[in-house]
C-alpha cells in the first residue's frame, strides 16, 4: 500500500472516528427532546452514512457489517449515558424517604428476559410518592413491605433504592461501548482497504488469465504443427493458465494435450499417446 494511500486512508479514518463521536453527542442531546419515531430513523441514517464512508476505502459492501457494529455501540453508549444523567440528576435533586410498596404490577415480557415490575409506593402520611413506578425485579418487594428509596421531587425521574442510585456503571457502560465504536473505525477501514486490494489482484489475475487464454487459443489456430504434428508451447509463457487449462482450450480448437510427460512444454495436437485431462 502506497505512502499517499496510507495517508489517505488515516485521513478518512480520522474523520468517520470524528464523525461517530459527533453523532454519539448529538443523540445523547436528543435523547430527552425526541422519541422513539424519530430516533430511529436517524439511527438508519446513519448507518446508511457509515456504509458509504467506510466504502470509499474499499468496495461497497465492505462498510455493511462495520456499520452495523459502530450503530449498535453507539445506540447503546448513547442509552447508557441518557441512564447514567438520570442518575446524576436524582442523586443531585432526590430525597432520601422511606416508604411503603402498595402494589406491584408485573410488566409483560417476551422470551426468556428478565421479569420485571413496577411497584407504586406510598409516604407514611399516604400522599403517593410522585413521579413513574420504581422498576425492580418481580417479586423483589412485597406489598406492606417498608423501603429506602430516592424520590424525585419534580416528578420527572423514576424512585431508585440507595444503592441503585449510582451512575458509575452506566458511566463506565457508556465509555466503554463509546470507545468500542471508535475503535472500530480503524480496523473498519483497513478491513476496507484490503478488500479492494484483493479485488484488484483478483482483477489483475482475471484480465492477465483472459489474456493469455485469447493467446494460447490464437496461437493454436494458426500455429502449424512440429515435430511429429505436435504444437509446443512453453508453459512460463502462459503463468496464469494450468495444464488442464490450456487441454481445455485445445479442445476447444480440435486438437488434444499431451499428458505432461516433460514440464518444460506443453504439447498438442489431432492425435496423442495419452490425453491429458481438461479442466
Same mark, same amino acid.
Given at each position: 500500500?502506497?505512502?499517499?494511500?496510507?495517508?489517505? !486512508?488515516?485521513?478518512?479514518?480520522?474523520?468517520?472516528?470524528?464523525?461517530?463521536?459527533?453523532?454519539?453527542?448529538?443523540?445523547?442531546?436528543?435523547?430527552?427532546? /425526541?422519541?422513539?419515531? /424519530?430516533? *430511529?430513523?436517524?439511527?438508519?441514517?446513519?448507518?446508511?452514512?457509515?456504509?458509504?464512508?467506510?466504502?470509499?476505502?474499499?468496495?461497497?459492501?465492505?462498510? !455493511?457489517?462495520?456499520?452495523?457494529? *459502530?450503530?449498535?455501540?453507539?445506540?447503546?453508549?448513547?442509552?447508557?449515558?441518557?441512564?447514567?444523567?438520570?442518575?446524576?440528576? !436524582?442523586?443531585?435533586?432526590?430525597?432520601?424517604?422511606?416508604?411503603?410498596?402498595?402494589?406491584?404490577?408485573?410488566?409483560?415480557?417476551?422470551?426468556?428476559?428478565?421479569?420485571?415490575?413496577?411497584?407504586?409506593?406510598?409516604?407514611?402520611?399516604?400522599?403517593?410518592?410522585?413521579?413513574?413506578?420504581?422498576?425492580?425485579?418481580?417479586?423483589?418487594?412485597?406489598?406492606?413491605?417498608?423501603?429506602? /428509596? *430516592?424520590?424525585?421531587?419534580?416528578?420527572?425521574?423514576?424512585?431508585?433504592?440507595?444503592?441503585?442510585?449510582?451512575?458509575?456503571?452506566?458511566?463506565?457502560?457508556?465509555?466503554?461501548?463509546?470507545?468500542?465504536? !471508535?475503535?472500530?473505525?480503524?480496523?473498519? /477501514?483497513?478491513?476496507?482497504?484490503?478488500?479492494?486490494?484483493?479485488?484488484?489482484?483478483?482483477?489483475?489475475?482475471?484480465?492477465?488469465?483472459?489474456?493469455?487464454?485469447?493467446?494460447?487459443?490464437?496461437?493454436?489456430?494458426?500455429?502449424?504443427?512440429?515435430?511429429?504434428?505436435?504444437?509446443?508451447?512453453?508453459?512460463?509463457?502462459?503463468?496464469?493458465?494450468?495444464?488442464?487449462?490450456?487441454?481445455? *482450450?485445445?479442445?476447444?480448437?480440435?486438437?488434444?494435450?499431451?499428458?505432461?510427460?516433460?514440464?518444460?512444454?506443453?504439447?498438442?495436437?489431432?492425435?496423442?499417446?495419452?490425453?491429458?485431462?481438461?479442466?
Amino acid at each position: 500500500m502506497g505512502r499517499r494511500r496510507t495517508r489517505h !486512508l488515516a485521513v478518512l479514518a480520522s474523520g468517520i472516528a470524528g464523525y461517530v463521536l459527533a453523532v454519539v453527542a448529538g443523540m445523547f442531546v436528543l435523547a430527552d427532546e /425526541v422519541g422513539l419515531a /424519530v430516533e *430511529i430513523p436517524l439511527w438508519i441514517a446513519h448507518g446508511v452514512l457509515l456504509v458509504v464512508l467506510i466504502g470509499k476505502s474499499g468496495t461497497p459492501e465492505s462498510g !455493511l457489517g462495520p456499520a452495523l457494529f *459502530i450503530v449498535l455501540t453507539s445506540a447503546s453508549s448513547v442509552y447508557a449515558m441518557d441512564v447514567a444523567r438520570d442518575d446524576l440528576t !436524582l442523586q443531585q435533586r432526590g430525597e432520601k424517604a422511606t416508604v411503603t410498596v402498595v402494589e406491584e404490577r408485573p410488566i409483560p415480557v417476551h422470551g426468556r428476559g428478565a421479569r420485571n415490575s413496577d411497584y407504586e409506593l406510598e409516604h407514611e402520611d399516604g400522599t403517593r410518592v410522585p413521579g413513574p413506578a420504581l422498576n425492580a425485579a418481580t417479586d423483589r418487594y412485597a406489598v406492606g413491605q417498608k423501603i429506602t /428509596v *430516592i424520590e424525585d421531587p419534580t416528578g420527572e425521574l423514576r424512585p431508585q433504592t440507595l444503592g441503585e442510585a449510582d451512575a458509575t456503571g452506566d458511566a463506565l457502560t457508556a465509555a466503554g461501548a463509546a470507545l468500542a465504536a !471508535l475503535g472500530a473505525v480503524p480496523w473498519a /477501514v483497513r478491513r476496507g482497504a484490503r478488500a479492494k486490494i484483493r479485488r484488484d489482484e483478483e482483477a489483475t489475475q482475471a484480465a492477465a488469465q483472459k489474456d493469455q487464454e485469447n493467446r494460447l487459443r490464437e496461437l493454436l489456430r494458426t500455429r502449424p504443427a512440429a515435430r511429429g504434428s505436435y504444437i509446443d508451447v512453453a508453459p512460463e509463457d502462459y503463468p496464469a493458465l494450468t495444464h488442464g487449462r490450456a487441454a481445455r *482450450i485445445a479442445w476447444e480448437t480440435g486438437l488434444k494435450a499431451e499428458a505432461l510427460g516433460d514440464r518444460r512444454v506443453w504439447r498438442f495436437g489431432e492425435a496423442v499417446v495419452e490425453e491429458a485431462p481438461l479442466d
